[in-house]
């Protein structure tokens, strides 16, 4: 079956603007979760979201940053006044949680470029 | 903060077996090791979890020390394709589900 989709695969835009990240998780997958991944960096925890229950903003790295997942299934990641730092691959993975294994799957990622 | 430390970079030859150590000293009882590797621009693919005992499955083979603070991922016979970056990852129980927390891999160069 179909994988987790993210979508765009690249976008490049100013300093200042707002930019929407959009990932589909694997349908039936009730926690999904959002990392950045800088050049040459690790994964950095965003935010994720488990089935209704309120979701964990813990590593979200300031209020420009937001998230929603409607319907408990696509979910948007929300960069408002972009900064050059904020320039990284964002990688958006889902699970079936109530299995032994909850293992993560992934999407390709959103390269966003702030220039 | 990361709950686990990785060499930074490691060389293998192809054919060979290549041993990536993971060290995890502050590990909970109730948390698992997973492990995943990321190729060049591409999404982290699961390899194997384990809590205590050793595991192994069709990709590698995951040693967990008796006091769990360390553990070795094996890839039996490295090949070229397996050139990427392999990262430990702990995951922690939370509210409903778990948080992975990643550190910041090796970057293991299967050689010819």
């Known amino acids: 079956g179909a994988g987790v989709s993210q979508s765009p695969s690249n976008k490049v835009t100013e300093k200042g603007k707002d930019v929407e990240l959009r990932c589909d998780p694997i349908?039936?997958?009730?926690?999904l979760y959002w990392y950045r991944q800088s050049l040459g960096q690790g994964l950095e925890f965003l935010i994720y979201f488990q089935g209704n229950s309120a979701p964990d903003k813990s590593g979200l790295p300031s209020d420009r940053f937001s998230a929603e997942r409607t319907g408990g299934s696509v979910s948007t990641l929300t960069i408002q006044r972009t900064q050059q730092e904020d320039s990284a691959v964002y990688l958006c993975a889902s699970t079936m949680t109530g299995t032994h294994n909850n293992e993560q799957f992934f999407g390709p990622g959103t390269r966003l470029t702030v220039l | 903060d990361a709950k686990t430390t990785q060499p930074t970079s490691m060389d293998c030859a192809e054919g060979r077996a290549a041993n990536l150590p993971c060290n995890h000293s502050t590990i909970s009882g109730n948390e698992y090791v997973y492990w995943y590797r990321q190729i060049h621009s591409q999404g982290p693919q699961y390899i194997i979890h384990g809590l205590k005992n050793n595991e192994t499955n069709e990709m590698a083979s995951l040693i967990i020390t008796e006091d769990r603070k360390s553990s070795t991922l094996i890839l039996p016979h490295a090949t070229l394709r397996d050139t990427a970056v392999y990262y430990c990852i702990v995951r922690v129980p939370t509210s409903g589900t778990y948080k992975y927390i990643f550190g910041t891999g090796t970057r293991l160069k299967v050689l010819a």
């Open positions: 349908s039936g997958h009730t926690a």
